[in-house]
């Protein structure tokens, strides 16, 4: 099972702050098979493996409330957002598919047709996303059975469902009123739709000055990443309630922390708030890279805790908690050899690039963000063993349903 | 107004013959505005906005028969058939959106939420597609009025529809049962599934050795084509007919022919089975080409004549023909010149590569792809005069209902 970051990058990306590719962790471990065995990894495989179960379990634990509740339709609508390029969105969706047409059977009937929506920013990858969906399969009378009865390797050589790709954000409206039966997001939702105006404003006391991101910043920033996170969650969840059928659930999941403290960012802050930073700094005094231009960048991310997600909810109303519970992941650094101090510093750049690349070159250009990455490198060479032992991400899991 | 064959090529093509670019043309010339003034194209502008106003007024006439029968409801869904790239299919949407919240508007009814799915192949470029979409209109109370009262600019700037991208063959199903109200294709339906097989196969009688479309081909390789396209044709409408709403109604448009004989195809005969035909002839007399590589390459296209159309629908039986059409189309040829045979030559060779230049590449390579369209370009450029005069496309024009 590997620990990789599935964050790709299509050809075509448009850059901006909300285009960036998806931090994307569980969802890449729970469709990953295999590895170099155990113990090859960073982290211990099997205690992932036991998080990814337990966070699958919560998924089909959400399916299975709502199928108590709702009534049977002939056709059940999912939409994941977020869903990059696709691996581990088609997963999921299989999951639920599975699992809606089991309930379905299990009250003795026909399963549902299945439309499915794989929504993302209109600068995601979709041509590669289409380009892996099995061929439809075909609507005989009995097969949708036979194809899940075959398990795991049917279901992914031919699709039990109807697929659509919706381009947009979520944090504005996707779908028409009522139409959806299922909402899951997963490692997404810690994307902000946008860097908070006060911190690239030089002349606002939330000014992240010298900093590229909200981890061991003032409170001030801290404070401005809070609400910017809070008014996107509000903003998501206003919009899901219009669009979900009665009945309806959804299943989130993105980076979290166990701090209270909003500049203590646990494993994000590991990841962009050290020696990323020391990277970015390195450059200035090199003079590679101008104060200021450090200065006005800034990862558009924030891993909430517990307690600022559910404020959230809570404010909007229109969604019961059914579960909300803070999960420890994995650490986002693939190596094969944890003691091979130069090889976690590769794993370490590889990581940044892949969730912060395209914006580091779109603010730097690629000639001076690969020089920052080299600098990255190097220092988290020094420093392999802290990451070693330090690196792990908490990830916040809810699932939600329409408030009666 | 220009004449231009709108087909593009995505970076990520995947190619095959049903994956090969659409012919586009009266969507483009709808959407096309300006040129270089009249009379500076091939053919006379002045008659070609006529019949693409003519072809226009079918549509709406299509969507206002439809508006009578059906009840209003609160969703309205549309679905493009061949959407290809995008911005024809986005002006066709366009005035489907207006023309049905009109409909509304007169009834005295709000306005419904619009949900329009754009369908092509799964090697489509769909990410071009998304990203000519229009950021989708807030879903404030009557804004969607003041938008389509603003007139086209508004319309275009906004997007007053919930747009998504369906890959898959129209050949099958594409959506699920009873959930669309609206289908068009323009352009897309003379594409056929395969190369018939027969025509492949030297040991048939339909063998099409020495030719490369069925233009002048035998009667038996014409027939061949006939029921390929008469078997796909069959099976669109099957699929289409499980997926439409009670009420609905489909606008068709293809490449049709005035002829009873279909190895006599007209423009696209003149396309693909003259100097197109010659032109590989050439290759494989220079030794560039093997015989057997020249008859081993067909182009899936089939310009029916009314009757095979009509036979078609009416075999089907699901739909109620409400208008079934020939209309004199104009020619694929974009030149400022027509006395300028060079000029001439060139068009020719691009409106043939266009079409038909990724399904050549695949075929015998790049290199000898560029040889041969050179050829094209010298044969089309000596009858030149000929081309000009005679070059000019028919179309099928089709208005289907559910059969009560």
């Not at 962790?25 to 155990?38: E, P, Q, R």
């Not at 001030?220 to 309806?248: I, N, T």
């Not at 994000?268 to 990323?276: M, P, Q, V």
């Amino acid at each position: 099972m590997t620990m990789a970051m599935a964050s790709m990058k299509g050809e075509n990306v448009t850059v901006s702050a909300a285009a960036a590719p998806r931090m994307k962790k569980l969802a890449s471990m729970l469709c990953m098979k295999g590895g170099n065995g155990d113990g090859s990894y960073l982290n211990n495989s099997q205690a992932q493996a036991l998080h990814a179960r337990r966070m699958l379990h919560f998924l089909e634990e959400t399916l299975d409330a709502m199928m108590e509740r709702s009534s049977s339709d002939k056709l059940f609508t999912a939409a994941d957002l977020g869903c990059s390029c696709g691996s581990n969105s088609l997963f999921i969706v299989d999951v639920i598919v599975r699992r809606v047409s089991e309930a379905y059977e299990s009250r003795g009937r026909d399963a549902p047709e299945f439309q499915v929506f794989f929504s993302d920013l209109p600068s995601n990858d979709f041509n590669t996303l289409f380009q892996l969906l099995p061929p439809l399969l075909a609507p005989v009378a009995g097969s949708l059975e036979e194809c899940l009865a075959a398990g795991e390797g049917a279901a992914t050589a031919t699709r039990p469902y109807h697929a659509a790709g919706v381009p947009g954000t979520f944090y504005g409206r996707l779908f028409p009123g009522e139409s959806i039966d299922v909402f899951t997001s997963t490692f997404s939702l810690h994307w902000l739709s946008q860097v908070p105006e006060e911190v690239g404003d030089s002349a606002s006391p939330a000014y992240n000055g010298g900093r590229v991101f909200v981890h061991r910043a003032t409170e001030a920033v801290a404070a401005a990443y809070k609400r910017q996170f809070q008014a996107d969650l509000a903003r998501f969840l206003r919009s899901r309630a219009r669009e979900m059928k009665r009945g309806g659930a959804m299943f989130l999941a993105c980076l979290g922390r166990s701090s209270g403290d909003p500049a203590d960012q646990g494993g994000a802050g590991l990841l962009f708030g050290t020696h990323f930073q020391d990277a970015w700094d390195d450059l200035v005094q090199e003079g590679v890279v101008e104060g200021e231009k450090r200065d006005s960048f800034n990862i558009p991310v924030y891993a909430p805790s517990l307690q600022e997600f559910r404020d959230v909810v809570r404010a909007d109303g229109a969604f019961a908690i059914d579960r909300l519970e803070l999960v420890r992941g994995g650490s986002p650094l693939v190596v094969d050899r944890p003691d091979d101090a130069a090889e976690v510093g590769r794993a370490m750049a590889n990581s940044c690039k892949a969730v912060a690349g395209v914006l580091v070159d779109a603010h730097i250009g690629e000639r001076r963000g690969a020089q920052l990455f080299e600098r990255l490198e190097r220092r988290a060479a020094r420093h392999a063993r802290e990451l070693v032992e330090k690196m792990h991400f908490f990830h916040v899991v809810c699932s939600l349903s329409l408030a009666p």
